[in-house]
């Protein structure tokens, strides 16, 4: 039962515009998000991350918005740049103790330049 | 180098044999995570050691599965006995500090596949 999900397996964007990635969770316990991106045959690297106490945080050109009642939070990137494109992992903590991070399928992201 | 280094990068076996995979953590890093990530599937908690505290060992699939950790330090997953649904990508990740509080760091991973 995926409690973290990515229903788009991939995304194309056009070199410059915004790339939307979108990630729902039904587990009402998680309490802390991030977002990793991944490049083939290279481990995961941390990109961003929000609490559930904000509804947004942004670091240069990435924005993760969170809506807690709707249990979704989406990562913006703007402008996307060809280097941008690879998998984007959505992930999850549960608790202020945790340390399992339970993650979706991922998205891949192409940017077109 | 300076990240999480994994070893081997790829292994082919064949059923019914034993897979050893080693994780050299960033020095320093007290908290050790073995994650997997089967094909088309998210990463998977398998193991998390934290300092001298016993690892939880929650997430492994079977009894087929162990891990070690020798001197707060490198750590070993063996998976007894493969199996053709063991093949994934075995991710070793290290932190300084266990939970959100420390940035994941993870490995390039090691590639098993099961004949």
């Known amino acids: 039962d995926q409690q973290v999900k990515q229903n788009s397996p991939s995304l194309s964007v056009q070199e410059g515009r915004i790339s939307i990635l979108n990630c729902d969770y039904t587990?009402?316990?998680?309490?802390?998000f991030l977002w990793y991106k991944k490049y083939p045959a290279e481990g995961p690297t941390f990109l961003i991350s929000i609490s559930s106490i904000k509804d947004k945080n942004e670091d240069g050109r990435f924005t993760v918005f969170l809506n807690k009642s709707a249990k979704h939070l989406s990562l913006h990137i703007v402008p996307s740049q060809p280097g941008d494109s690879a998998v984007y992992f959505c992930a999850a903590y549960s608790g202020a103790g945790s340390y399992q991070l339970t993650f979706g399928k991922g998205t891949k992201l192409s940017v077109i330049p | 180098g300076a990240g999480v280094s994994q070893s081997p990068s790829n292994k082919v076996t064949e059923k019914g044999k034993d897979v050893e995979l080693r994780c050299d953590p960033i020095s320093g890093h007290t908290a050790l995570y073995w994650y997997r990530q089967s094909l088309g599937q998210g990463l998977e908690f398998l193991i998390y050691?934290?300092?001298?505290?016993?690892?939880?060992k929650s997430g492994l699939p079977s009894d087929r599965f162990s891990a070690e950790r020798t001197g707060g330090s490198v750590s070993t997953l063996t998976i007894q006995r493969t199996q053709q649904e063991d093949s994934a990508v075995y991710l070793c990740a290290s932190s300084r500090s266990g939970g959100r509080t420390g940035e994941l760091f993870f490995g390039e991973g090691s590639r098993l596949t099961v004949l």
């Open positions: 050691f934290q300092g001298n505290s016993a690892p939880d």
């Open positions: 587990n009402s316990m998680f309490d802390y």
